[in-house]
Protein backbone atom coordinates (compact mmCIF):
# COMPACT_ATOMS: atom_id res chain seq x y z
CA UNK A 1 0.00 0.00 0.00
CA UNK A 2 3.09 2.30 -0.01
CA UNK A 3 2.50 2.81 -3.19
CA UNK A 4 -0.89 4.61 -2.63
CA UNK A 5 -0.02 8.05 -2.47
CA UNK A 6 -1.31 10.01 0.02
CA UNK A 7 -1.56 14.09 0.04
CA UNK A 8 -2.94 16.37 2.34
CA UNK A 9 -2.01 19.04 4.26
CA UNK A 10 -3.76 21.16 6.99
CA UNK A 11 -3.85 24.36 7.88
CA UNK A 12 -5.06 26.98 10.78
CA UNK A 13 -3.97 29.65 12.47
CA UNK A 14 -4.70 32.62 14.31
CA UNK A 15 -2.41 35.41 14.49
CA UNK A 16 -2.31 39.44 14.48
CA UNK A 17 1.30 38.77 15.12
CA UNK A 18 1.99 40.85 11.77
CA UNK A 19 5.71 40.75 12.23
CA UNK A 20 5.46 36.88 12.08
CA UNK A 21 4.80 37.54 8.54
CA UNK A 22 7.63 38.92 7.49
CA UNK A 23 9.07 38.00 4.12
CA UNK A 24 11.12 34.37 4.22
CA UNK A 25 12.42 34.34 0.43
CA UNK A 26 15.37 36.07 0.49
CA UNK A 27 16.60 34.17 4.00
CA UNK A 28 15.72 31.23 2.71
CA UNK A 29 18.20 28.67 1.64
CA UNK A 30 19.08 28.36 -1.73
CA UNK A 31 18.36 25.08 -3.92
CA UNK A 32 22.45 24.02 -4.07
CA UNK A 33 21.03 20.57 -4.73
CA UNK A 34 20.94 21.45 -8.57
CA UNK A 35 17.36 19.98 -8.98
CA UNK A 36 15.18 22.72 -10.26
CA UNK A 37 15.58 21.91 -13.77
CA UNK A 38 14.45 18.19 -12.79
CA UNK A 39 17.20 16.89 -14.85
CA UNK A 40 18.96 15.33 -11.62
CA UNK A 41 15.70 13.34 -10.79
CA UNK A 42 14.04 16.01 -8.43
CA UNK A 43 16.58 14.80 -5.63
CA UNK A 44 16.43 16.75 -2.66
CA UNK A 45 19.62 17.67 -1.07
CA UNK A 46 20.04 15.17 2.18
CA UNK A 47 22.17 17.59 3.55
CA UNK A 48 19.45 20.63 3.71
CA UNK A 49 17.75 18.25 6.06
CA UNK A 50 17.47 20.01 8.94
CA UNK A 51 17.27 17.32 11.74
CA UNK A 52 17.99 20.33 14.07
CA UNK A 53 16.07 23.07 12.99
CA UNK A 54 16.90 24.78 16.32
CA UNK A 55 16.63 28.07 14.19
CA UNK A 56 17.65 29.41 17.61
CA UNK A 57 19.56 32.83 16.41
CA UNK A 58 19.46 34.50 19.25
CA UNK A 59 15.95 36.15 18.44
CA UNK A 60 14.00 33.10 18.41
CA UNK A 61 10.75 33.25 21.11
CA UNK A 62 10.41 29.86 22.56
CA UNK A 63 7.64 28.54 23.45
CA UNK A 64 7.19 29.46 26.83
CA UNK A 65 7.89 33.10 26.23
CA UNK A 66 4.66 33.65 24.36
CA UNK A 67 2.39 30.74 25.84
CA UNK A 68 0.61 31.11 29.02
CA UNK A 69 -0.42 28.11 31.24
CA UNK A 70 -0.60 25.51 28.62
CA UNK A 71 0.51 27.36 25.95
CA UNK A 72 -2.66 26.70 24.39
CA UNK A 73 -4.33 29.31 22.22
CA UNK A 74 -6.84 31.74 24.01
CA UNK A 75 -9.98 31.80 25.11
CA UNK A 76 -10.41 34.28 22.02
CA UNK A 77 -10.30 31.16 19.75
CA UNK A 78 -13.94 30.17 20.60
CA UNK A 79 -14.71 27.03 19.83
CA UNK A 80 -13.02 24.17 18.36
CA UNK A 81 -13.39 20.37 16.96
CA UNK A 82 -12.29 17.07 18.50
CA UNK A 83 -11.43 14.35 16.12
CA UNK A 84 -11.46 10.61 17.45
CA UNK A 85 -9.61 8.70 14.97
CA UNK A 86 -12.22 6.61 13.99
CA UNK A 87 -10.68 6.86 10.14
CA UNK A 88 -13.89 4.04 8.31
CA UNK A 89 -16.55 4.72 6.26
CA UNK A 90 -15.93 8.44 6.11
CA UNK A 91 -16.71 9.84 9.49
CA UNK A 92 -15.04 11.46 11.87
CA UNK A 93 -13.43 14.15 9.54
CA UNK A 94 -13.66 17.47 7.71
CA UNK A 95 -14.03 17.86 3.87
CA UNK A 96 -13.12 20.93 1.94
CA UNK A 97 -13.85 20.42 -1.58
CA UNK A 98 -10.94 21.29 -4.24
CA UNK A 99 -11.87 20.06 -7.68
CA UNK A 100 -14.95 18.68 -8.99
CA UNK A 101 -13.73 16.04 -11.36
CA UNK A 102 -14.81 15.89 -14.97
CA UNK A 103 -14.94 20.11 -14.88
CA UNK A 104 -12.06 21.44 -15.97
CA UNK A 105 -13.81 25.34 -15.21
CA UNK A 106 -14.19 25.75 -11.83
CA UNK A 107 -12.10 28.50 -8.84
CA UNK A 108 -10.79 26.43 -6.04
CA UNK A 109 -9.32 29.16 -3.82
CA UNK A 110 -7.90 25.76 -0.84
CA UNK A 111 -6.51 23.88 -4.25
CA UNK A 112 -2.99 24.99 -3.29
CA UNK A 113 0.17 23.82 -4.59
CA UNK A 114 0.61 25.89 -7.92
CA UNK A 115 2.21 28.51 -5.81
CA UNK A 116 3.47 28.53 -2.37
CA UNK A 117 1.82 27.88 0.45
CA UNK A 118 1.39 27.90 4.24
CA UNK A 119 -0.87 25.69 5.62
CA UNK A 120 -1.07 26.73 9.82
CA UNK A 121 -3.30 25.56 12.37
CA UNK A 122 -3.30 24.97 16.46
CA UNK A 123 -3.49 21.14 17.47
CA UNK A 124 -3.42 19.46 20.96
CA UNK A 125 -3.09 15.56 21.40
CA UNK A 126 -1.77 13.03 23.45
CA UNK A 127 0.65 10.63 22.68
CA UNK A 128 -1.51 7.95 24.07
CA UNK A 129 -4.02 8.66 21.39
CA UNK A 130 -1.75 8.68 18.56
CA UNK A 131 0.18 5.46 18.75
CA UNK A 132 1.76 5.86 14.85
CA UNK A 133 5.56 4.48 15.49
CA UNK A 134 8.00 6.64 14.13
CA UNK A 135 8.21 6.69 10.08
CA UNK A 136 11.15 6.35 8.02
CA UNK A 137 11.58 9.55 7.43
CA UNK A 138 13.05 10.75 3.84
CA UNK A 139 12.64 9.91 0.40
CA UNK A 140 9.04 7.73 0.49
CA UNK A 141 5.85 8.67 1.04
CA UNK A 142 5.70 7.01 4.98
CA UNK A 143 4.07 10.19 6.35
CA UNK A 144 0.89 8.37 5.07
CA UNK A 145 1.47 5.86 8.19
CA UNK A 146 1.10 8.32 10.58
CA UNK A 147 -1.63 9.16 12.53
CA UNK A 148 -3.23 11.58 9.64
CA UNK A 149 -4.31 14.97 10.57
CA UNK A 150 -4.65 16.76 7.11
CA UNK A 151 -4.75 14.48 3.58
CA UNK A 152 -4.61 16.13 0.32
CA UNK A 153 -3.45 12.43 -0.88
CA UNK A 154 -4.46 11.17 -4.31
CA UNK A 155 -4.84 7.82 -4.63
CA UNK A 156 -1.72 6.58 -6.56
CA UNK A 157 -1.39 10.13 -8.35
CA UNK A 158 1.07 12.57 -7.90
CA UNK A 159 0.64 16.20 -6.89
CA UNK A 160 -0.33 15.38 -3.25
CA UNK A 161 0.84 16.31 0.05
CA UNK A 162 -0.51 15.85 4.10
CA UNK A 163 0.60 16.46 7.62
CA UNK A 164 0.84 13.53 9.72
CA UNK A 165 2.14 12.64 13.50
CA UNK A 166 4.67 10.01 14.03
CA UNK A 167 6.06 8.78 17.88
CA UNK A 168 4.75 12.08 18.58
CA UNK A 169 6.90 14.17 15.59
CA UNK A 170 5.17 15.70 13.00
CA UNK A 171 5.32 14.39 8.93
CA UNK A 172 5.34 17.01 6.42
CA UNK A 173 4.69 14.79 3.19
CA UNK A 174 4.71 15.41 -0.46
CA UNK A 175 4.67 13.97 -3.85
CA UNK A 176 5.90 16.52 -6.67
CA UNK A 177 4.65 16.77 -9.74
CA UNK A 178 6.04 13.69 -11.36
CA UNK A 179 4.69 10.78 -9.61
CA UNK A 180 8.25 8.64 -9.31
CA UNK A 181 9.31 11.44 -6.10
CA UNK A 182 7.79 11.32 -2.84
CA UNK A 183 9.43 12.66 0.24
CA UNK A 184 8.82 12.61 3.96
CA UNK A 185 10.09 15.40 6.05
CA UNK A 186 9.83 14.62 9.56
CA UNK A 187 10.21 17.05 12.71
CA UNK A 188 12.19 16.70 16.20
CA UNK A 189 9.69 18.53 18.63
CA UNK A 190 7.19 16.61 20.91
CA UNK A 191 3.89 17.56 19.74
CA UNK A 192 2.03 14.98 21.83
CA UNK A 193 1.93 16.13 25.32
CA UNK A 194 -1.85 17.10 25.15
CA UNK A 195 -0.90 20.95 24.80
CA UNK A 196 -1.45 23.42 22.40
CA UNK A 197 0.73 23.70 19.84
CA UNK A 198 0.49 25.90 16.98
CA UNK A 199 1.74 24.20 13.62
CA UNK A 200 3.03 25.78 10.35
CA UNK A 201 4.06 23.69 7.13
CA UNK A 202 5.39 25.55 4.11
CA UNK A 203 6.04 24.96 0.03
CA UNK A 204 7.90 26.78 -1.92
CA UNK A 205 6.78 26.39 -5.62
CA UNK A 206 10.32 27.28 -7.15
CA UNK A 207 12.32 24.57 -5.48
CA UNK A 208 9.92 22.48 -3.48
CA UNK A 209 11.45 23.65 -0.40
CA UNK A 210 9.46 22.14 2.48
CA UNK A 211 9.16 23.87 6.50
CA UNK A 212 7.75 22.68 9.83
CA UNK A 213 7.01 25.09 12.37
CA UNK A 214 6.28 24.69 15.74
CA UNK A 215 5.11 27.30 18.14
CA UNK A 216 7.08 29.28 16.04
CA UNK A 217 10.12 27.91 15.84
CA UNK A 218 11.57 26.26 12.86
CA UNK A 219 11.18 22.07 13.72
CA UNK A 220 12.54 20.83 10.22
CA UNK A 221 12.87 21.96 6.74
CA UNK A 222 14.47 20.22 3.08
CA UNK A 223 14.68 20.61 0.04
CA UNK A 224 11.60 18.49 -1.30
CA UNK A 225 9.72 16.98 -4.50
CA UNK A 226 9.71 19.89 -7.60
CA UNK A 227 7.04 20.74 -9.21
CA UNK A 228 3.17 21.72 -9.44
CA UNK A 229 1.48 19.88 -6.66
CA UNK A 230 -2.03 21.56 -7.11
CA UNK A 231 -5.03 18.95 -8.22
CA UNK A 232 -5.11 18.43 -11.87
CA UNK A 233 -8.45 20.57 -13.12
CA UNK A 234 -11.28 18.35 -13.86
CA UNK A 235 -8.91 14.98 -13.35
CA UNK A 236 -11.23 11.84 -12.80
CA UNK A 237 -9.62 9.97 -9.70
CA UNK A 238 -8.35 5.97 -10.53
CA UNK A 239 -10.44 3.16 -9.28
CA UNK A 240 -9.00 2.08 -5.62
CA UNK A 241 -11.79 3.17 -3.42
CA UNK A 242 -14.79 0.60 -4.07
CA UNK A 243 -15.03 2.39 -7.27
CA UNK A 244 -13.84 5.82 -8.57
CA UNK A 245 -12.14 8.14 -5.25
CA UNK A 246 -14.21 10.89 -6.17
CA UNK A 247 -15.46 10.95 -2.55
CA UNK A 248 -11.97 11.60 -1.67
CA UNK A 249 -9.02 12.47 -4.25
CA UNK A 250 -10.72 15.79 -4.79
CA UNK A 251 -10.63 16.92 -1.09
CA UNK A 252 -8.34 18.50 1.42
CA UNK A 253 -9.46 16.25 4.56
CA UNK A 254 -8.48 17.28 8.10
CA UNK A 255 -8.49 14.62 11.15
CA UNK A 256 -9.21 11.58 9.08
CA UNK A 257 -7.17 9.43 6.53
CA UNK A 258 -9.21 10.11 3.84
CA UNK A 259 -9.39 6.76 1.59
CA UNK A 260 -10.68 4.56 4.65
CA UNK A 261 -7.81 2.33 3.85
CA UNK A 262 -7.14 -0.39 6.21
CA UNK A 263 -7.47 1.59 9.07
CA UNK A 264 -5.37 -0.53 10.93
CA UNK A 265 -2.48 0.20 9.00
CA UNK A 266 -3.50 3.92 7.94
CA UNK A 267 -4.16 5.56 10.91
CA UNK A 268 -6.25 8.76 11.64
CA UNK A 269 -5.93 11.75 14.28
CA UNK A 270 -7.19 11.43 17.68
CA UNK A 271 -7.12 15.02 19.35
CA UNK A 272 -8.60 18.58 19.10
CA UNK A 273 -7.85 20.79 15.86
CA UNK A 274 -8.87 24.71 15.91
CA UNK A 275 -7.78 27.82 13.77
CA UNK A 276 -6.71 26.40 10.59
CA UNK A 277 -5.95 28.85 7.92
CA UNK A 278 -4.03 28.13 4.49
CA UNK A 279 -2.10 31.10 2.33
CA UNK A 280 -0.70 31.27 -1.18
CA UNK A 281 2.28 32.04 0.07
CA UNK A 282 5.16 31.93 2.57
CA UNK A 283 3.99 33.03 5.49
CA UNK A 284 7.38 32.63 7.54
CA UNK A 285 10.91 32.59 6.81
CA UNK A 286 12.71 33.11 9.93
CA UNK A 287 11.13 31.79 13.98
CA UNK A 288 8.48 34.06 14.92
CA UNK A 289 6.26 34.63 17.98
CA UNK A 290 3.83 32.32 17.84
CA UNK A 291 0.13 33.48 17.16
CA UNK A 292 -1.85 34.66 20.39
CA UNK A 293 -5.42 35.51 18.73
CA UNK A 294 -7.23 34.20 15.38
CA UNK A 295 -6.09 35.05 12.38
CA UNK A 296 -7.44 37.77 10.00
CA UNK A 297 -7.98 37.61 6.45
CA UNK A 298 -5.51 38.99 4.03
CA UNK A 299 -4.43 39.11 0.27
CA UNK A 300 -2.51 35.52 0.94
CA UNK A 301 -5.19 33.71 2.58
CA UNK A 302 -7.04 31.47 0.17
CA UNK A 303 -8.88 29.65 3.53
CA UNK A 304 -8.96 30.95 7.16
CA UNK A 305 -11.82 28.59 9.35
CA UNK A 306 -11.93 29.79 13.23
CA UNK A 307 -14.38 26.20 13.91
CA UNK A 308 -16.16 28.91 16.21
CA UNK A 309 -19.88 27.56 15.36
CA UNK A 310 -20.29 25.25 17.97
CA UNK A 311 -23.10 23.30 15.99
CA UNK A 312 -24.02 22.33 12.54
CA UNK A 313 -21.99 20.36 10.11
CA UNK A 314 -20.33 23.60 8.39
CA UNK A 315 -17.47 25.06 9.40
CA UNK A 316 -17.27 28.26 7.22
CA UNK A 317 -14.74 29.72 5.26
CA UNK A 318 -14.24 33.46 5.98
CA UNK A 319 -11.24 34.37 4.16
CA UNK A 320 -13.06 36.31 1.52
CA UNK A 321 -10.80 34.92 -0.90
CA UNK A 322 -12.36 35.68 -4.97
CA UNK A 323 -13.33 32.62 -5.98
CA UNK A 324 -14.54 31.27 -2.43
CA UNK A 325 -15.81 30.60 -0.10
CA UNK A 326 -14.65 27.25 0.30
CA UNK A 327 -17.23 25.92 3.16
CA UNK A 328 -15.77 22.90 5.47
CA UNK A 329 -18.18 20.13 5.67
CA UNK A 330 -18.17 18.61 9.48
CA UNK A 331 -18.46 14.32 8.57
CA UNK A 332 -19.52 13.08 11.85
CA UNK A 333 -20.06 9.47 12.81
CA UNK A 334 -18.51 6.75 14.89
CA UNK A 335 -17.50 5.95 18.49
CA UNK A 336 -16.89 8.23 20.17
CA UNK A 337 -18.61 9.99 17.74
CA UNK A 338 -16.46 12.77 15.95
CA UNK A 339 -15.71 15.35 15.36
CA UNK A 340 -17.62 17.13 18.04
CA UNK A 341 -17.75 20.72 18.67
CA UNK A 342 -15.54 21.60 22.29
CA UNK A 343 -14.29 24.66 24.07
CA UNK A 344 -10.94 25.66 22.05
CA UNK A 345 -9.29 25.90 25.63
CA1 LIG B 1 -11.87 28.31 17.15
CA1 LIG C 1 13.63 20.33 -5.00
CA1 LIG D 1 -6.63 22.47 -9.71
Known amino acids: MLTRVKSFLVT ?9 LVALQPSCGSDTSGDDDGSSGNTPDPSRRDGGGSGADGSVLTPEDAATGDGGPPSTFGKALRFHG ?28 ATDFTIEFWMKAAAADNAAPALNCGAGADWIL ?16 GVS ?7 FGVTGENA ?15 AWHHVAVERRRTD ?3 WIFVDGALDAEVDGPDGDVSYPDGEQPGNQCNGPCTNSDPFFVIGAEKHDTDPQT ?9 ELRVSKTLRYTAAFQRPSAPFATDANTVGLYHF ?5 TTAADTSGVQGGPSPAELKVGGSPVGPAWVAGQ
Open 12 to 20: VVPFALFTS
Open 86 to 113: NGTLDQDRVKIRIDQPGQAAGTWPMDVG
Open 146 to 161: GNVMIDRDRYNKPRKF
Open 165 to 171: IGAGKLA
Open 180 to 194: SFDWTLCGTKTVLDD
Open 208 to 210: GHL
Open 266 to 274: YLSYKGTFD
Open 308 to 312: DEGTG
